[in-house]
């Protein structure tokens, strides 16, 4: 039986230093995998990736995700490489299609070819293939190798999707496929079945791709207080994810009155809106048994690895530091 990976999600927006701190905390409590976000406009994820390695042995370091239209795949492979290189083997890569980039004037055309032959690029530069790739969106010239060693030349891959036809994809060629902004274990088995025609085509068997969920986490002994703050948390992706999600029936009506708050500015406002049901599918939020359950539940619906998301806790010293010793000691993993 396949034992489940705990992982804590940070945004990249803190100082130098800090990652390291958060990062040898993490490792001590017990958690699997350090995960940075490549959100636009934050920092590039590679910096944090970079301090975290150098102060831990064990955790499993990756971004979720990069983008192949900002980040030639070229340098998607240099940067995978250096952090394994840096982590001695302990790298995975995150690719999607990448989120609000007509705000910087790219335009994301052909999103699975552009995700697949990105992925055919890297990792035929990281393997040393001299052979050239010639693809509807990228191309390497024959010869055209890294000229640097690389530790390992197939690093895991992860997708970020949600979608039938990105999960398809993760089913044919990734090694996890990760449903970001979901705490919902009735998404396991809608994935499940989303990459299964993917895996069958490649004649790989979809049990072997595992799944992750991730969401905002916000954790404190004052469950209320934690509470409200995931609430403002999640009001400002809630119109994002609400629509994706195909076991909910959200009313349009909520949905579009804290869009229209938070586009607004009134967070905490438009967090009021959230009823508790619903932010428990979209965040984990409360006390530490209360998040404990809800990562438990997703655990018992089969994914391969629960994702506690930023902010973590009333601070992210706290949240982790709760994590650690409140959540992760109470939940059956295998």
């Not at 705990?6 to 945004?11: F, K, P, R, S």
């Not at 990228?138 to 530790?151: E, N």
């Not at 909520?254 to 619903?278: C, N």
Request: proline share 6%.
């Amino acid at each position: 039986m396949t034992t489940v990976e705990i992982g804590l999600g940070l945004q990249s927006d803190k100082g130098a230093g800090d990652y390291a701190e958060l990062a040898r905390s993490a490792e001590a409590h017990g958690f699997d995998v350090l995960t940075v976000f490549g959100d636009l406009m934050y920092q590039p994820p590679i910096f944090p990736l970079l301090e975290m390695a150098a102060a831990t042995e064990r955790v499993r370091l990756g971004v979720a995700c990069l983008n192949p239209y900002s980040l030639a795949p070229y340098e998607i492979a240099g940067q995978i490489a250096a952090l394994d290189l840096a982590s001695r083997g302990r790298a995975y890569l995150g690719l999607a299609r990448g989120t609000w980039l007509g705000a910087v004037g790219i335009d994301q055309q052909r999103p699975l070819t552009t995700l697949e032959e990105s992925a055919q690029v890297v990792y035929r530069l990281l393997r040393g293939d001299a052979e050239g790739y010639e693809g509807r969106v990228f191309r390497l010239a024959p010869g055209t190798t890294l000229r640097y060693p690389v530790h390992r030349p197939d690093p895991p891959l992860l997708l970020g999707a949600w979608g039938a036809k990105g999960a398809a994809l993760a089913g044919r060629i990734a090694d996890e496929i990760k449903v970001g902004g979901s705490a919902n274990p009735s998404m396991v088995k809608v994935i499940r079945e989303r990459l299964r025609p993917g895996a069958e085509a490649a004649g790989r068997n979809a049990e072997d791709v595992g799944i992750v969920l991730g969401a905002v986490t916000v954790v404190d002994t004052d469950g209320a207080a934690a509470r409200a703050r995931a609430r403002a948390e999640v009001a400002m992706y809630l119109a994002v994810v609400a629509e994706l999600d195909p076991t909910l029936e959200i009313p349009a009506d909520l949905v579009a009155r804290v869009k229209e708050l938070v586009d607004a500015g009134r967070h905490e406002e438009a967090g009021r809106l959230i009823p508790g049901d619903l932010l428990d599918l979209f965040a984990f939020a409360g006390t530490p048994d209360h998040v404990a359950a809800q990562a438990q539940a997703l655990i018992d619906a089969g994914v391969r690895r629960v994702e506690f998301g930023t902010p973590h806790g009333l601070s992210d010293r706290r949240g982790v530091e709760l994590l650690g010793s409140a959540v992760l000691p109470g939940l059956r993993r295998s």
